[in-house]
């Protein structure tokens, strides 16, 4: 599907989020890349052509979320997809996480979620059309022993994005949840137990293209080799 506007890739490092930048933008759509630190994400996007863009953004800050889909929408064209890619992975049992760890975990993985979400409708709405996409992992379904923070916050991301395919869905907007069920390898490199993220990509890209009269709300996905 030709691109028309922008895609944001919120949370993109190296692997899978490189590859969704580089993929939006071989479909005709500028893309802008946030993350935390300016000088990687800007080094990122820039390896992965003049269509890519690099910005600094703390997930966490409704403030900053807010202002990097402004520019996006402005500087880039309308926001045609956005993509929450965050997530912090602390292992730990309950005796071994502080407070502030879950804490951490939490709003990087959850409540920077929401901001991602709720920036990215507030521009699709007036509109009637859009597509919201969360990585979601195995996590988002149990919660295995020593990954209580990682599990809570995957477990609250993924009822962020049903409930906001609810709302959003009879306004034309498109949520959906990926669950990657398995290790994320290099791309084009990757082992038969792990993910390319390259065929992640064409996963996510897919959904955005989904016609309206099937879209999925969330799929899972997984290398031939993985174990379920």
């Given at each position: 599907m030709a691109g028309v506007g922008s895609v944001v890739v919120a949370g993109a490092g190296p692997k899978l989020g490189l590859a969704l930048a580089k993929r939006f933008a071989a479909d005709g759509y500028r893309v802008l890349?946030?993350?935390?630190?300016?000088?990687?994400?800007?080094?990122?996007?820039?390896?992965?052509?003049p269509q890519v863009f690099g910005r600094a953004c703390d997930l966490t800050d409704a403030h900053a979320v807010d202002a990097a889909f402004a520019h996006a929408e402005t500087e880039l064209g309308p926001v045609a997809c956005a993509?929450?890619?965050?997530?912090?992975?602390?292992?730990?049992?309950?005796?071994?996480?502080?407070?502030?760890?879950?804490?951490?975990?939490?709003?990087?993985?959850?409540?920077?979620?929401?901001?991602?979400g709720q920036a990215a409708a507030r521009l699709m709405a007036p509109r009637g059309a859009g597509t919201i996409l969360f990585t979601g992992a195995t996590a988002s379904l149990k919660g295995n022993a020593?990954?209580?923070?990682?599990?809570?916050?995957?477990?609250?991301l993924r009822a962020v994005a049903q409930s906001m395919a609810r709302d959003l869905g009879p306004q034309g907007?498109?949520?959906?949840?990926?669950?990657?069920?398995?290790?994320?390898?290099?791309?084009?490199?990757?082992?038969?137990?792990?993910?390319d993220p390259i065929d992640i990509a064409d996963v996510y890209a897919g959904l955005h293209a989904q016609p309206?009269?099937?879209?999925?709300?969330?799929?899972?996905?997984?290398?031939f080799g993985e174990r379920f």
């Open positions: 890349m946030l993350a935390r630190r300016a000088q990687q994400i800007e080094a990122l996007a820039a390896s992965a052509g993509v929450f890619n965050a997530s912090a992975r602390r292992p730990g049992g309950i005796l071994e996480l502080s407070a502030s760890d879950f804490e951490q975990g939490w709003r990087v993985g959850c409540l920077a979620g929401f901001h991602v020593k990954s209580t923070a990682f599990a809570a916050q995957k477990f609250g907007i498109h949520v959906a949840h990926i669950v990657i069920d398995g290790g994320i390898g290099n791309a084009g490199a990757a082992t038969e137990t792990q993910l309206r009269s099937a879209w999925a709300q969330e799929i899972d996905v997984r290398p």
